[in-house]
């Protein structure tokens, strides 16, 4: 853990100027200061030796804590005293840039809480509370600050919406925070009885402070329409809140707020603990391109015989269902359908076709197994998403999207993310990535599956990359015509054209594949892991972690076997190896890395540590059914037999000393049962290792 003064604190560096030291320290040595050191009070005195009222009030505020089950993280304590130092020092546009998954909207929220009980305005004279704004792009984003901000008083805080303006005939004024979407503010006001749009209802000192979350997606754009809200308000102070480094195309955002007066990355998120380390299965198949084939059908439109169709142009020009559901077969087979999974899709419709896909394939009886969330689903897509962010509720357990769920979307227990769209962008890949990496009790690690190549953007230097130089913001287009009214149409992708729809062209070609065709479809997957460094590694990589972690914990095939055959060793070494990063996930898959889904990983980790052939778990039950149980009475037998086959179809686990009392209830109605038809439950213990050391003798 750093400490609060570490990355792009507050304190300038003349703080300690004068101060001399060698770090980082050579090996073995230690870091070397030159006395005197500088005490607590001296330290103050040069990082804020200026005296500033403002600085002083914020911090007689106390966090607000609920009574003490909120508890700060370090970094989210440094943005907030970088925020507000800001807005003591009168900077007037600021920018706070940290990784999704990180808390933004609680940052702001306390940010708010400190300007209200302190009484700061735009007067710098505390006679009366702030008005702050809160401005997001989606309803989905403002109910969630609405929410986060729900320990201000009931009258201080009010929403901006269709509904409001409705029954007040007029934009609401008696509050001290007020949350909305740009989309409102930008409707024809005819229904307030005023004319122009609602936002310049409000005077442009109305605001003494605004908060525009997500402001990369439009608020901060040149060519956006919704910078008129920002440019009408410019008397307020502004806060943008971003996942996203400074690039290319988001330079506008630096441009309008300035370098962030504090960032911190997903690779830092990751490293301290605060956000979920991922993996990346990527999918490479063999109709990942299509070149028409005459033996194929062409069902709708006119196809280019002789063109190659890549991933861009499938599901917005070239439609191939058996294409789609391969895919969908493919990921279903291979995770646990119980897990809560987001698919991106090229458009609305091909969301729409995926989600009737996994309907089909799942194993869930639930109608409701699966449900699309898109711009077009309106109010029934926004219950959809409170469900399936309800860690309480089971399903919805997939949603499929488009663009709508690609940013700021709070669902802390996806396991899954499927790509089956291409990604446009590095700030569009990072902000994906950012609905898996929230924490969870029990949530180790996240995976993402890759139909479309989208991991070659872990090869970009940008991956939490040194930002780029701010290149000066272009003019702004003339305004447009307004959106119809109560609209709320979805920002375009960053990085690329068109909005929800993915900018789908009317015209498709449907092809259907020849009969048999659909059967040879095939598919190569490799993962790749996160490593330590902030970068993705190689399953080679990581299996060259592996065999130097275990090299440490075994040191020949004798203790491997020992330690293998009694079950309360075997469980003692599995928890040594969950400590190090290698929990039952990453274990299985590992049986992949090895090709041997098949095997025990007993054979897995000999195969790993000293390069032994691995035998599949029915060639070891065999080997025990055919001259390990002679010994024993049939009635044992026979619940050794089964004890094996579900070995073998399930793996080592089903070995576990827990188990036994669960083989016993299946197989005789209770332990007590058991032991009546095969005595004491030491000699069916004895019976059930014995078995085990058998089964590992070779």
């Known amino acids: 853990m750093r400490p609060v003064w570490g990355h792009a604190s507050p304190m300038p560096p003349t703080a300690l100027a004068g101060i001399r030291l060698t770090w980082p320290p050579g090996p073995g040595a230690e870091a070397e200061f030159a006395p005197p050191f500088p005490s607590p009070e001296d330290l103050w005195q040069r990082a804020f030796g200026v005296p500033n009222e403002w600085r002083l009030r914020f911090g007689a505020v106390p966090f607000e804590t609920d009574g003490g089950k909120w508890e700060l993280r370090y970094y989210q304590h440094n943005a907030i005293t970088a925020a507000l130092e800001a807005v003591a020092l009168e900077q007037s546009r600021i920018l706070l840039t940290l990784a999704t998954g990180t808390g933004k909207t609680f940052i702001a929220f306390q940010i708010a809480w400190k300007l209200f009980q302190a009484k700061w305005n735009l007067t710098r004279t505390p006679t009366r509370r702030p008005r702050i704004l809160f401005l997001a792009d989606r309803n989905i984003l403002a109910d969630q600050a609405y929410n986060a901000f729900s320990a201000f008083p009931s009258d201080a805080i009010t929403r901006i919406d269709p509904d409001t303006l409705r029954k007040k005939g007029g934009v609401p004024r008696n509050a001290s925070l007020f949350v909305t979407i740009f989309q ?92 979920t380390p991922f993996k990346v299965r990527q999918m490479a198949s063999t109709i990942d391109e299509y070149v028409y084939d005459p033996t194929d059908t062409v069902l709708v439109g006119e196809i280019e015989e002789d063109r190659n169709y890549i991933e861009a142009d499938f599901n917005t020009r070239l439609i191939i269902e058996e294409r789609e559901l391969s895919r969908v077969q493919e990921f279903m087979d291979e995770v646990d359908q119980r897990q809560k999974t987001l698919v991106f899709c090229a458009t609305q419709d091909h969301a729409a076709r995926v989600r009737d896909m996994i309907n089909q394939i799942k194993v869930s009886t639930d109608p409701n197994y699966c449900q699309r969330v898109t711009a077009n689903d309106g109010a029934i897509g926004d219950q959809h998403l409170r469900d399936f962010q309800d860690n309480d509720k089971t399903v919805p357990t997939i949603l499929t999207t488009s663009q709508k769920l690609s940013t700021g979307v709070d669902a802390r227990n996806v396991r899954h993310i499927v790509l089956m769209r291409p990604v446009r962008s590095m700030i569009e890949f990072k902000q994906i990535i950012g609905r898996g990496t929230r924490t969870y009790d029990g949530k180790d690690f996240f995976t993402i599956w890759d139909f479309v190549k989208a991991h070659e953007n872990f090869n970009d230097p940008e991956w939490d990359g040194p930002p780029e130089e701010v ?65 993705p590694i190689s399953a080679a990589e990581f299996l060259t972690r592996l065999f130097g972690d275990l090299s440490g914990m075994v040191a020949d095939e004798d203790q491997l076997r020992t330690i293998w055959s009694n079950p309360d060793n075997r469980e003692h070494f599995l928890t040594q190896l969950d400590d190090n990063g290698y929990d039952p996930d990453r274990l299985d898959d590992i049986r992949r890395l090895v090709d041997a889904p098949k095997s025990d990983l007993y054979d897995v980790l000999s195969y790993i540590l000293f390069a032994n052939p691995p035998k599949t778990r029915h060639d070891r039950a065999e080997t025990v059914r055919q001259d390990g149980l002679a010994d024993f009475g049939n009635e044992m037998k026979d619940l050794l037999l089964g004890i094996l086959k579900a070995y073998e179809t399930a793996g080592e686990a089903e070995l576990a000393g827990k188990k036994l009392g669960q083989f016993l209830t299946a197989r005789y109605g209770s332990v007590s049962e058991g032991k009546v038809k095969l005595g004491d439950l030491q000699t069916i213990r004895d019976a059930f290792n014995r078995m085990q050391a058998g089964l590992y003798a070779d």
């Open 184 to 275: 409102t503010f930008m409707v024809s006001s005819g229904m307030t009885g005023e004319a122009g749009p609602v936002y310049k209802s409000y005077p442009p000192d109305f605001f003494d402070f605004i908060i525009i979350d997500e402001c990369h997606r439009g608020g901060a754009n040149d060519e956006s329409q919704w910078r008129e809200v920002l440019d009408w308000f410019a008397p307020a102070t502004q806060l943008g809140l971003t996942a996203t480094p400074k690039r290319a195309v988001n330079a506008d955002t630096y441009a309008y707020f300035g370098d962030p007066v504090y960032t911190y990355a997903l690779k830092e998120g990751i490293e301290d603990g605060f956000l």
């Open 471 to 535: 290149t000066p913001p272009r003019p702004r287009p003339t305004k447009g015509d307004e959106p119809p009214p109560g609209a709320e149409p979805e920002p375009p992708a960053p990085g690329g054209e068109g909005g929800d729809d993915g900018g789908e062209p009317t015209a498709k070609i449907m092809v259907k594949l020849a009969d048999g065709k659909a059967r040879s479809i095939h598919y190569l997957a490799t993962t790749t892991y996160w490593g330590p460094d902030g970068r």
